[in-house]
């Protein structure tokens, strides 16, 4: 039988699955306004270098970040070498003390820079959270020494340089998620499960341990049946070694400690398929970890913010239950 508690959570569960029915049925589309968003984003270089080998597990390299196609306004930087995050604050009087720490996606080869990253992040600030949209390195040997761990390296670096800028950037230090896009989920869900294992001597895991996480149609593992292959070669080189390919299957990772999440994903996913949540999501229940799921009948894959179903008003809606 199961506990008070896990009904509890169960029952709390199943009624966020029936409030993202509804909005399947009639929501609209969201609307792209920034209104209340005054604050000018500014970015902070990750760990204060400007030379990759001064970066802890970086290799001396030229800067290889480039632009896939310059004329697209939805950029997307390919080879970043040196990683940063761009803070958006929200209006100090619509502060809710939250933040999120943005993973954009790109299968390990790029970051969705606007698309996943600060559309995402203007958003937020709308509901009063404070938002950081990472620009992670790509795993390249040219620039790291283990570059299955430097993607990991820069969230972990990121959520402890919030936690300590918590003050300037009136941030609660107990209400510090991640949010994560494709690959992107899958470097965010690597945070949720990892926080014990830091890459970085500087932090205690006590420091990475994000409140909650947001994964948005995410690359979660790396087993064969259901794996993206593609990222999970750019992460991990070839061949693939049976000792990373199960602990960067971040279902097999989860335990008690990992903490809440909420996932979206679109039924007809072509490229990510949808089992990436579903499993993700058994695991967090099956561990008793609170959690919530949104599966939207259509938007295929990498669709953001730009679905006829307002995904977002629902993840919100979660925050507010789980207390963020």
Request: hydrophobic share 40%; charged share 20%.
């Amino acid at each position: 039988m199961p506990t008070l508690a896990q009904q509890h959570r169960l029952q709390r569960a199943l009624g966020l699955l029936a409030s993202a029915l509804l909005l399947s049925a009639c929501a609209s589309a969201p609307k792209g306004s920034t209104a209340g968003v005054d604050a000018e984003p500014k970015v902070y270089s990750l760990y204060d270098v400007t030379r990759s080998a001064d970066i802890p597990n970086g290799r001396a390299s030229d800067d290889l970040e480039t632009v896939r196609d310059a004329a697209n306004p939805d950029t997307f930087l390919m080879q970043v070498t040196l990683p940063s995050m761009t803070a958006y604050l929200p209006d100090p009087a619509n502060a809710t003390g939250t933040a999120v720490v943005i993973c954009p996606g790109g299968g390990y080869r790029g970051v969705s820079i606007v698309k996943e990253g600060y559309e995402i992040a203007r958003r937020l600030n709308r509901e009063g959270i404070a938002a950081f949209v990472l620009k992670y390195r790509d795993p390249l040997d040219a620039t790291m020494t283990d570059k299955k761990f430097g993607p990991l390296q820069d969230v972990q670096q990121a959520i402890a340089l919030v936690r300590e800028n918590a003050d300037a950037w009136n941030v609660d230090t107990d209400k510090v998620g991640v949010m994560g896009f494709s690959a992107g989920g899958h470097l965010a869900s690597s945070a949720a499960v990892h926080y014990t294992d830091p890459v970085l001597e500087r932090w205690p895991a006590g420091q990475l341990r994000p409140d909650f996480q947001v994964l948005v149609y995410p690359v979660i593992s790396f087993q064969d049946d259901i794996a993206h292959k593609g990222s999970r070669s750019n992460l991990m080189g070839e061949p693939i070694d049976p000792r990373w390919q199960q602990y960067f299957s971040n279902e097999t990772q989860v335990t008690e400690a990992t903490p809440p999440g909420f996932l979206v994903h679109a039924g007809d996913d072509g490229s990510v398929l949808v089992e990436n949540s579903l499993r993700y999501y058994q695991a967090l229940k099956a561990h008793g970890v609170s959690a919530g799921m949104l599966i939207l009948p259509t938007g295929g894959h990498g669709f953001g913010m730009r679905n006829p179903i307002d995904w977002f008003a629902t993840m919100t809606q979660w925050l507010h239950e789980e207390g963020f």
